[in-house]
């Protein structure tokens, strides 16, 4: 076995020819926020990977193992669910809103400006599809955001960590007048695709509740 104790974010500072010609490793979610762990490599080494307590390996980063050589992570694909706003009966601000529910429940969670990602669970999957979300079983590698993670690495890290101190009350009343130009606009598209709304079949969203 070849004991790995040092990661690299991202390779920063590596040669990119020096990534391309090194070994990788598949490795899913689960086992990437751990900091101990056994893996094998594309060349068919047997690696125990010795980190840092709390570290959380994200796919791009360099393992460097005892004898110097480089292992690069992927993201293994596995299993999520995949949210998307219905076009049908709601807007791209539904994601924004399903987000701050997920994220007030602690859910780790992958962000992208048109679907969100979060690891298969019914009764989230349920919540979501009640908010006329459309909610899908996928494969993909899961790459939730770091800043729930004290010692995850990153830009996201940093950006999230930010929003969560200092800076809460300032964007509360930055956005008070956006806040009002923005609910305008969103209840205007609720009723005007409200007649749609009753009607529609085959989008995947809970059509029992309301808006």
């Not at 990788?24 to 979610?29: A, I, M, Y």
């Not at 080494?45 to 994200?58: A, D, E, K, N, S």
């Not at 690069?72 to 998307?84: E, G, M, N, P």
Request: negative net charge; hydrophobic residues 35%; glycine residues 10%.
């Amino acid at each position: 076995m070849l004991t790995v104790s040092k990661l690299i974010p991202q390779g920063k500072g590596l040669a990119k020819v020096l990534l391309a010609r090194a070994a990788t490793v598949e490795l899913d979610w689960d086992v990437r926020q751990k900091s101990r762990f056994d893996a094998t490599d594309s060349t068919g080494r047997v690696l125990g990977v010795f980190l840092p307590r709390g570290t959380v390996v994200r796919g791009g980063d360099v393992l460097v193992a005892e004898d110097g050589s480089f292992v690069v992570v992927q993201a293994a694909a596995q299993s999520v669910l995949r949210v998307t706003h219905c076009s049908n009966h709601g807007t791209p601000f539904d994601l924004l809103r399903a987000a701050y529910h997920l994220g007030n429940r602690h859910v780790p969670m992958e962000l992208h400006p048109d679907h969100l990602h979060l690891e298969p669970d019914h009764v989230l999957a349920d919540m979501l599809r009640s908010m006329h979300l459309i909610v899908t079983e996928t494969q993909a590698p899961f790459e939730p955001e770091g800043g729930a993670y004290g010692s995850a690495h990153g830009p996201g890290a940093h950006s999230h960590g930010h929003a969560h101190h200092g800076h809460s009350h300032d964007h509360d009343h930055a956005h008070d007048h956006d806040h009002d130009h923005g609910h305008n606009h969103s209840h205007n598209h609720q009723h005007a695709e409200g007649h749609n709304h009753a009607h529609g079949d085959g989008c995947g969203c809970d059509h029992h509740h309301g808006h």
